[in-house]
């Protein structure tokens, strides 16, 4: 390479420019994985009992010796844990509500899945981005092929609803929900959002659409929620069946599964099902018009190159389009939390 012969290149420019954020990015995976094995071994229910020492911690987790204070102290550091002056760990406020399996707030279902099978998919990306495939058994076989493993069907419906809780608490305060009866979740997974939609609002109904098989999870989630009464499951096929109607329909983290045609399919779906004066919600990690503020969105994007067969992000003004060329009006933007962005458009 011909030395650059620009002020960035000469020495007296270099020193003053921090190596730090490549230090940061390069070692990001180092937390990363601390995190995921933490939330593996059951670090956080575990302390969530009560506050222990480091020998009954590692002990009742069950990992070895060697290791296991560097871990949990890393852990401290990365104000995950707390240590006291007797060396006992206790959770962090935020890991105590999310990450404690048997509290109803738990979204470590997300982070079992990014541990296993993200995390090694993901060492794949390289190879992914030469051949566009991804290694994931969704990308591989669909739904069909991730659903016909049933560990990996829970896990895969645990997460759902470990990352759709706090977009969908969200959507329950931004969106005018007085103004309307009924609520169609397409693409419902174990029904997280319609179950946390009906709780904030006693007056809605309706349910969530999914694959036959999703029926039963769904079905257990909603009973577990006491919303039976007023939540109900609708089995189907969106790539080859009419979507149940509703007023408002919601699409969370659908349309980034889906090649283009399909995406623009499920929007013009929705059209059909919602009566006039009603919405549809797209949410998703959408990325912003410039391609270049929300590196999340970008990410994820990768990630539906890993892990779907032809699906990836899409950028506001796609979706716009998308459901203005559908027949959606007034559709405006709603940043839900730091991931999800929702497309609220009206018929
Ligand atoms: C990425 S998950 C999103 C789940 C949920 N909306 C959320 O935000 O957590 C996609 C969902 O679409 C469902 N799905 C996939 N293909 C489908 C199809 N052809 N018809 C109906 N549902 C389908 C899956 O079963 C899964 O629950």
Known sequence: MPQSSSAV???AASESISPDHIFEIGFAFWKSKALLSAVELGVFTTLSERPLGGEALT???GINRRGG???LDALVALNLLDRDG???YTNRPDCELYLDARKPTYIGGQLERLNEPLYECWGHLTEALRTGHGPSALANGGYAALYADDAAFKSFLRAMTGSSLIPARALAEIFPWHLHETVMDI??????V???LAHAHTHLRGGGFDLPEVGRAFQDYVHRNSLSDRLTFHPGDFLRDDLPGADVLIMGRILHNWDLPTKQLLVRKAAQAVPPGGALVVYDNIIDNERRYRP?????SLNMLIDTPAGSEFTEEECINWMHTAGFRDIRMERLDLINTAAIGFK
């Open 69 to 71: 204070r560097d871990f």
């Open 59 to 61: 002990e009742r987790i």
């Open 296 to 300: 999340h969105s970008l990410l994820a």
């Open 9 to 11: 290149g000469t020495p």
């Open 187 to 192: 693409g419902t997974a174990q029904g997280c």
């Open 86 to 88: 007797a060396g006992r």
């Open 194 to 196: 319609p179950v946390e």
